[in-house]
């Protein structure tokens, strides 16, 4: 029940008296140490409000997307292990800093998953990025898995899965089966994720519980056909063809 409840919170800079910030819905807590859910900020409700809006076009359905999708690898880059890292300065001090630890690799869920690559880019320049095709069979819901191209190496890498929709986990599910059969632990997966649905966040946890997962959101449920709610629609259709 816990799950399927809305959240509502005041949002709006701190110096506002609360009665006068607004309200608005936030996204479920869920008790899943795997799950991080991006902080539920003015900012990141303002753009996610812009693209779950039936009005919003094209163009600013990818603009803002895009900001949530830079926010969320971001998140997603704290959670890759860094080693120590001691460093002189131009001044002949030295500074105890860290430095990333291993090599790292983007898969992209296509179609929609391809989306998020420019953020991942913006942050990794000439990060490699592998690909996926799975299609979720739109009777069913059923994932079908077309066709897969990955670095040889990516075993021996820290995977960034992208998909910005996790509604019954059955896409994410079979990327993470196919990421196994080339040799990536699971522990070394992080899935970077704009809406999730309550069931597909649960799925996902029991079945890859090391599988880390960073999401802008989890919603309410799922409909009849299996679209999170309240959700955005297709998001591979509004940032494609609509
Ligand atoms: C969407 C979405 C996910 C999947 C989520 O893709 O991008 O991959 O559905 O649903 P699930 O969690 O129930 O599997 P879709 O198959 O519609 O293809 P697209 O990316 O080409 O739009
Ligand atoms: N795929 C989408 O694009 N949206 C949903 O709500 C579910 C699957």
Redesign the pocket.
């Known amino acids: 029940d816990t799950l399927h409840r809305a959240p509502s919170g005041h949002l709006g800079p701190s110096y506002k008296p609360t009665e006068e910030q607004p309200s608005a819905t936030i996204s479920t807590q869920v008790k899943l140490a795997n799950v991080t859910i991006l902080p539920q900020t003015p900012q990141l409700i303002a753009l996610l409000t812009m693209i779950r809006d039936e009005r919003t076009n094209r163009a600013d359905f990818i603009f803002y997307s895009n900001r949530i999708n830079r926010l969320l690898v971001e998140e997603a880059l704290n959670h890759l292990p860094v080693l120590a890292s001691t460093i002189t300065t131009p001044v002949g001090r030295t500074y105890a800093g860290v430095a990333f630890e291993g090599k790292i690799c983007g898969v992209s869920i296509m179609r929609?998953g391809e989306a998020m690559e420019q953020a991942l880019r913006e942050c990794c320049r000439s990060v490699r990025i592998g690909k996926i095709l799975i299609q979720?069979d739109e009777e069913t819901?059923l994932p079908r898995l077309f066709y897969d191209k990955l670095p040889e190496d990516i075993g021996e890498r820290w995977v960034l899965l992208l998909d910005?929709?996790l509604?019954?986990g059955g896409?994410a599910l079979m990327a993470v089966d196919v990421l196994r059969s080339r040799g990536v632990p699971e522990e070394h997966i992080c899935f970077l994720n704009l809406?999730a649905?309550p069931e597909g966040a649960a799925n996902f946890a029991k079945k890859f519980p090391k599988v880390r997962i960073v999401t802008a959101f989890v919603d309410q449920g799922?409909?009849e056909?299996?679209?999170?709610?309240p959700?955005?629609?297709?998001?591979?259709?509004?940032f494609y063809t609509l």
Request: proline share 4%; aromatic share 8%; charged share 20%.
């Open positions: 929609a979720r819901s910005p929709m509604a019954t896409s809406i649905s799922l409909n056909k299996n679209y999170i709610v959700g955005l629609g297709d998001f591979g259709d509004r």
